[in-house]
């Protein structure tokens, strides 16, 4: 069973799934939960994102839709995995997670190796998720206060003539 965690200042929760699960029930399923996961990570990342002001995408539907219907003209289902990949690794840095270059690995290899790449993606997401879960990136759950720009010194006339 996958574990819960509270996002913070979100209202909503994520889940840490066991990357091997989402292999399986992917190939049990034939395919179908690749649907589900697919909407959920993205989901959970526009949680995230909603609450800490970074974007982390708006619609997850159109996410699973370039990868289901967009998958017969190719291009939406590329794009598609590909700005998902751009936003665990946004996710991870959000949450606080060492830098990491995810994002495109991620892609390389749910376009070329999908089960690796499906297992890499959630191991990924599950290190933002822990991070989360121990408190780690709690620096920007706010949005810093604005400072008042420092008064500008007059310049004095130049005395006329």
């Not at 290899?109 to 297992?119: A, E, K, N, Q």
């Not at 993606?121 to 206060?145: C, F, I, M, V």
Request: aromatic share 8%; charged share 15%; net charge neutral.
């Amino acid at each position: 069973m996958a574990e819960e965690i509270q996002i913070p200042g979100a209202g909503s929760t994520a889940k840490i799934r066991n990357p091997l699960g989402v292999i399986g029930l992917t190939l049990i399923t034939l395919g179908i939960y690749f649907f589900f996961w697919w909407y959920y990570i993205n989901r959970e990342m526009k949680d995230l994102g909603q609450a800490r002001g970074v974007d982390l995408g708006e619609k997850p539907g159109m996410s699973v839709l370039a990868v289901s219907l967009g998958a017969l003209i190719i291009v939406p289902a590329i794009v598609s995995e590909w700005t998902t990949s751009g936003r665990i690794q946004r996710t991870q840095e959000t949450a606080g997670v060492e830098r990491s270059a995810s994002g495109p690995v991620i892609f390389v290899l749910l376009l070329l190796i999908s089960p690796v790449g499906l297992w890499y993606a959630q191991s990924e997401l599950n290190k933002a998720w822990r991070t989360l879960q121990e408190g780690g990136g709690t620096a920007s759950l706010t949005p810093p206060a604005s400072q008042p720009a420092p008064p500008v010194a007059e310049r004095p006339e130049a005395p006329s003539q």
